[in-house]
Structure formats: structure tokens, C-alpha cells
């Protein structure tokens, strides 16, 4: 079958061949014909304007050629390299030529020879012109002495595992040393055995500590090789490799692991927001929101207690303050309020209540009362769509999931002081933007979490039997408001109330309620939506008649005059 193959493409190729050949010669009797004619004809691809010989368009073969002879063989040349040196020491294994540790030191000869051939091509004039020839060496040469390392700690035992850590240490360094002189490719081949030497001669019974202090030191090794070289890439791939380490122990069972995990993840994912290797900052990782997915991983656990909710909260500022000073679309603090909201039911499902009312009420400081002052100062509809949600969030899902911690009058009186802050943001949105007839969803969120709250504390401060009443009274006020108020985010936060009054009174109450309860009930809503629907009228009339005078004063410059009733 594979003969058979290889004879089809061979077939194939010389069909090609011939086809273009075939085209080539009838293109050149065209242009002697043309010639002949005293036609002219275009440019041929190798002349230009003035009979000068132009570049050659590129083609296929042309990119082959580059891309083989001019960039694959000499780092094909470095992969042979290294797959001779092991090539060889498993032959010297197989005839028993030399001894185990004759074989580890000759492959370290090898490796040094190979650092030492890279540096010459690097300082040699024949050799420097081609800077692949000494990154290849040097990359060869760099994985030749992981191996060895690596083979003479696992496979023979030579030496301890603090011997073997502290020679992977010192290739790395060596490796991101190198870099400077090499490119990147070493940096990248240091990066990988850096992270890789825990794995390969790690003691999986030191604990975190050890291992989250090395990459903390291999972290700043390749942030600052970073910021010199301008590879802000290889920040981010180690921020990246370091989370999947911290990932690692936060799945651990020993607590303390995964609580000095945690926070180290915590710790990384701020100073990886701040700072910007290579000019520019890490936001195509988003470090931060990473970082917040580890903390809540270890905030699930049953065995962390309240450590947890603390680097959360640590996490929570971090978003907050991170995104304000990058001046960027609060994204990812909503993605963190969101973690937090869902940890609250979490951690009271595996029955450990401690903390999370001090939890949900950092939340409210945090998103509710810091988003607020944010969308104050910067004028931003999103911040303050932010604040809205924290405001009521975390307040509802904990009135939810642990409804025991508090009374219902409790519960309802901190629910309606929690609507204060949306409020809030209604009359500061109102002072900020002018909307008269027009509102989008940003404007309107701050009323609608207001009316929210204020609505399921009529639930715990009325009884069942008045709910409705409370309702309907609660949204002909905020109706009335924005009609005094001239405000429109009032006026859509009361009929959306009302509408769900109006559905719960049809569709729960009429079968719920007997005798002159329900008669009250249906003669107040019937006798409230006439009244609400002449005011309503009213308003939109009155609304709709300055608008048009608006209109026809911006069109002609005279304000019409004011019809005079008759007598």
C-alpha cells in the first residue's frame, strides 16, 4: 500500500511538471506572435520599467526553500544532535562499553562542548552572519545537560535530590542567562526545564513552601529577561505555568498546601496585573480572573475555614483596584463578584457558616460602596451597573441559602437599607446623564435593583396576606417619584413592579384569597390602574407635546404660542 502511494504522488508530480512545461512554451510562442505584431505586450515578472531586472515574484518553491534550507535545517541539525547524544549513551549501555557514571559524565561533556561550540559560532566571523547556528548549539547543549541531570538522579541515583534540584536550578539560570546573548529560543527552553524540574526531580513530600518560593524566583528571573528583551510573551507563559503549579496543590490534601497555594496564586495574579514585562500588560491572560478561579477552588474546600474567604477578598480589592488604574471595563470584577456570590451557597452546602455573612458583607463594601465611588468619579454606567449588583447580590443570596442567621424583620429591614445605595445611583446617574424619553438598560438597573430590594423586603416585613397590597403600594410610590421627579428609570422601575403585582394578583391570589380580602384586593387594583393609567396619559401627553415644541423651535427658531382656552 505504501509503495503504492509513493508511485501515485511520483505519477502526480510528473503530470505537474509536464502540464507546466507544456503552458511555459505556449506562453513564449503568445509573446512572439505579440512581438511580431508590434503589439505591446505586459512586463515580463523579471523586468522593470527602465529594463532593469526586478525581483522574482515568490512562489511555492520559493517558500519551500526558505522555509527548509533557510530556517528548518540547522535546528533539524540541533535536534539530530541531541538525539545522537542519547543515540550513544544507550549504546554504550547495550555493549557495556564504560561505566553508568563515565556515561553521565560524557553526556555532560557533551552538553558543556555544545555551550562551548555555540559560543564560538556566536564570537566567530563565518558563523556569527547566521544566528541559528549558535541558539541551535547552545539549545542543544541546554537540553543534553537536562537529560543528563535528570537521567543520573532518576535512573542511577548518583546523587540526592537536593544535588539534582540545585544542577536544574543552575541550568535554568543558565538558560535565562544565555537568552541575552541567544534569543529566544534558549529563554523559552530555559522556561520550559524550569518549570519541568519539580516535576522531573521534585520531592512530592517537601510540601508547597519550597516549591512556591522557587517559582517565585524563577518568576522574577523571566519577568526581568522580559522587560530587557521586550518578550512579554514569555512573562506570560510563566505566569501561566505558575497557576497550573499552585492549581496542582489546591487539589492536595493536606490544607496548608492549599492554602499557601492559594494565596500565592492570589499574590501573582495583582503583581501580574500591575506590571507590564515587555511595555505592555498582561490582559490577554487575565491574570486576576484566573487567580480569583484558584481562590474560590480553595474557598470550596470544607478544611480551609476562613483563610480562603480572606484571599478572596484580597483578590476581590485587587480586581477592583487593578481595573480602575488601568482605566478598563470592569469585566473581570464582575466575574469575581460573581465567584464570590456563588460561593456563598458553597461553602453553607458543605454545612460551614463561618464567615459568610463578614464574606457578603465585604462583598457590599467592596462591589457595592467602591463601584459606587468609582462610578461617581468616572462618570461610567458600567461601574455603576457594578455597584447595583453588589449592592443586592450578596445580600439576597445569603438571605436565600441561610435564611436562619437573621429574623424576617431583620432580614427585611437590612434589604430595604441595602436599596438606599441604587437609589443612590438613580439621582447621582440623573445628575451625570440626561434621559427624558430614552433609557437604555444601564440607566435602568440601578431603579430595578431598588424596586428588587425593596420588593423582597416587603416579603419579610408584611405578612403573606398583604404582599400584594405592599406591592402595589411600593410601585405606585416609585411611579409617583418619577413622575414628580421627571425621571424615567422611577417610573419603569414601579410598572415593572406593578406588572408583577398585576400577574401574582391573576394568577396566585385569586385562588389564594376569600371572601372580602380578595374583593378589597381586586377593587384597589382595579380603582389604582385606572387612576395610574389617567396620570400615566396624562404625562405622556404632556411629554409628547414639549417634545414636539422642542422640535419646531430647533427647526424654525420661534417658540409656537400657547393657545388660549375659551371662555
Partial sequence: MTDFLLALVLVGLAA????????????????????????ARPRKPGEAEDGAPAPEPASFANFFENLVGGRLLIWVGGAALFVAAI???NYSIEIGLITPEMRMIAAGLFGLTLLAAGEYARRSPRLAADIRVSQALVGTGLAVLYATVYGSYWLYGFFGINTASLLMLAITVAALGLSFRHGIGTAALGLIGGFLTPALVGDPDTGALGLLAYIALLN??????????GWGWLAGVAVLASFAWTAFFIFQPDPGDAIAAGWFAAALGIIAGLLKPAGTSLT??????????????????????TWGWLAYAVIAAGAIAITRLREHVP???????????LLIPVRILIHDEAGVASAATGMILLFGLGSLIIAVEWRSGLWAALSAVGFAAPALVLRWSYPGLMSDMNWGALLALLAAGPVALVFIRRRQIHYAVALDFLALLPALTAAALLAFAAIDLVPSDGLSIAWMVLSIALIGAGMALHDLAF?????????????????????ALDGVLRILSFVGLGVSLIVLGWLYGKLLRGERRDNEKEKLVGATGFEPATPTPPV
Fill in 87 to 89: 543515540f550513544l549513551i
Fill in 220 to 229: 522574577i528571573a523571566v519577568f526581568y529577561i522580559a522587560w530587557r528583551r
Fill in 284 to 305: 490577554w491572560i487575565q491574570p486576576v480572573a484566573i487567580a480569583a478561579t484558584i481562590v474560590m477552588i480553595l474557598t470550596a474546600r470544607d478544611d480551609v475555614e
Fill in 331 to 341: 469585566a473581570v470584577p464582575f466575574y469575581v463578584l460573581l465567584l464570590g456570590v
Fill in 491 to 511: 417610573r419603569i422601575a414601579g410598572l415593572t413592579l406593578l406588572t408583577v403585582t398585576v400577574v401574582k394578583l391573576f394568577l396566585i391570589d385569586a385562588s
Fill in 16 to 39: 505537474f511538471f509536464a502540464v507546466a512545461m507544456r503552458l511555459q512554451v505556449g506562453l513564449r510562442r503568445l509573446e512572439e506572435r505579440l512581438d511580431a505584431a508590434g503589439i
